[in-house]
């Protein structure tokens, strides 16, 4: 803990442990497979320029 910090989350000495806390508990929440993402979008008829 730092006195009157600058709350900044991007400050290791503020928010550093706040952050590796954060991450360590997303970790947990993943599966244990490599991930790649996709993204795509779905268009109604009545918006497609056919």
């Keep these: 803990m730092a ?4 709350r900044n989350p991007h400050c290791p ?3 550093g442990s706040l ?3 954060w ?5 947990t929440e993943l599966l244990p497979v490599d991930y790649c993402p996709v993204v795509f979008t ?7 320029a056919s």
């Design 3 to 6: 006195y009157n910090s600058c």
């Design 13 to 15: 000495k503020c928010q």
């Design 19 to 21: 952050a590796r806390r």
């Design 42 to 48: 779905l268009l109604p008829t009545t918006l497609r």
């Design 23 to 27: 991450l360590e508990a997303r970790q």
